[in-house]
């Protein structure tokens, strides 16, 4: 019998129950379990359920949006949409063994599961999520090795006119068969908890991936400065090493506002502290830094030195906040420092501890904060990990196994970083890059994708594994371009380089031990190129701010599988080494040495080569040259694309914005601007400016609008291409509101 219940209903047969809550007319979540009480509390979830019209009978509840089915003893369900047509069926559940099998029919594709190393379509393969140090457990990233750094339990199932997303709020470790083990049949499961997990519908892949993200939360909007290039290396190690290269990148003309430093700026590995030895009058250097415009960023690891008189080992210990093993005594574990301690961020008294130790480093001016090692990595274990059976309090002194926390133990430093240095600093943006994260995550912090390394492989598969990321709700999302471990080169640099333009973290990270890889490194050639594409990313800041901003709104990713545009062309359901850059820019990167040419496909519609801006037709393949100072991007006809001169660093505000019009449909732009860094954008500190291209049979109107005019905006230069014989034409505005008429035959 189902019995309705606030917000939602409630079933049972003899030995489970089963509650169905509603978070939206087409989000649903089920849970099992074994006892009546439902568990309220998820770090991933920031929603709760609500009432929605809804109908029942003995076994089927109807909303607006579906219809449920459930099997009266066995309590499987089926989902169907208002039709009747069968959109998912479970199978099997297995409560306990946390275990349900659903049956696989008309879904083409799989996709999600944030940072997976293969290919985009996760159809016929199998994987399981426990956030790993690769390099400290297996060594180079492959794609034999399924346990990445981040665990985000979610994905789509995709066909041209059905899509649904499935997230698994489930901490432990999971498992999920996407047809492996047999065609037919998805299979998810966790070593713990309970089979609780949140169905989201809708016809199109953009409203589910939304849907996950009205559960889940969108990125915070980054600063906008924070969006130019990064210059990283473990280890600038001294103090001349880093002006070195700060001075230089200024030298050779290379735009640049992030610099990095790595474990060795600390004392002896102790996190919160510099050795002021390498890095003598550190209050001096951060003031030379920020008159070259440098942000400076540093990395704070979760594992804490065992040393009696180091302050945050002594307050922590003092007041109890680290993970203590089984039989009550702290862990203790190893990381660069030695015998290490780990903050028990599960928490709030703990975050906030740890959050209020950022208060010196922002005091002098670090802008960045990069937690690293906080799957977390301990050195001393097979596993690579601290022991599952380490306990956990959480705020009502319950304990929890590290089995249950693990995956989460990133997300929960994420958030203890982000609330603290917003404490220290309420009007200020930060920018925090994590390492290990789980679903979430996106709302507190950046993402790289760890431990490379130099090989055309990786590159190449850092490719599927953005669109992945993407699908799973992450936006700011980049690899170490040229690759951390082992030697980089000329080519891969440049070809590596070419691709960090188009991800939103943009930064060049390399190991102790392998040869230097910042831009001038491998001679006048290369470093002419690299130049020339960072010059590029400068140019398209105000773009991507604008992709950044729509989707903190919604959660639209930034780099897209070419699917979540043309869903129903199933040609694009397989594609890697291609994506879109927001709707408009399409990416095809170069992923293999010495490559002349390479293939490209086109979806339907009108594209403009970026480089000659000539027009090609599309829903075809293309072949296009690809020569080393050349990566193959295009634009779809109808685009309204903002560019930046370029410069040094990136401005708050910028004089003259170069408007692009690509003509051949009507289409319309949304222009953002606001400071790029404070929070008064959130009380409508912000402008924008409506654009719009009109075809008419032997014309074309392109117009602006001023729909909030309440941050400074700059002057328009509009450029216009795809008039008469493959022309371009360009304005110069004094105006803010425009109309321009153009004979197009
Ligand atoms: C880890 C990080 C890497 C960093 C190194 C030293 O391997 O993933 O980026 O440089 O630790 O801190």
Redesign the pocket.
Known sequence: MITPINNGYFMKNDDLFLHINFYKDNIVRFTYSKTIDLRNSSYALIRSPVKIDSKHTNNTITTNSFKIKIHKKTLKVSICDKLGNIISSDKDIYTNQNKIIKSISWEKGFYGMGEKYGHINLKGTKTSNWNTDV?GKYGIHNSAIKEYHTSIPFYIGLDKDKCYGVYFDNTYKTFFDFGKNKEDELTFSAEGGDIDYYFIYDNNIQKVIEGYCFLTGTNTLPRKDFLGYHQSR?SYSNKDELMYVAKKMRKEKIPCDVLYL??DYMKDYKVFTIDSEKFCEFRDMMISLKKMNYKLTV?I?PGIKVEENYHVYKQGKEQEFFIKDSLGEVYIGKV?GGDSVFPDFLRENVRKWWGELHKEFIDLGIEGIWN??NEPADFSTKSKTIPIDTVHLDDKDDKKTHDEIHNIYGLLQSMATYEGIRNINPDKRSFILT?AAFAGSQRYSALWT??NASTWENLQYSIPMYLNLGISGYSFIGS?VGG?LEDSNGELLTRWTQLGVFTPLFRN?S?KGTVNQEPWCFGEKYKNIIKKYIELRYKLVTYIYNLMKESSNTGKPVIRPLFYHYQNDENTYNINDQFLFGENILVCPVISPKTKKRMVYLPKGEWYCFWTKRKIKGKRYITVDTPLDIIPIYIKSGSIIPMNRVCQYIKKDYQILDIHFYLGTNNSYNLYLDDGLSFKYKKGIYSQIEFKIRQEKDRVIIKSKVLKNKYPIPKFNVHIHGLRNNKSSKFSLDKKEFSIILKTR
């Open positions: 390099l473990y790595d474990i990395i690891d660069w690293d090692m390492r760890g431990d170490d951390f990270h190991d």
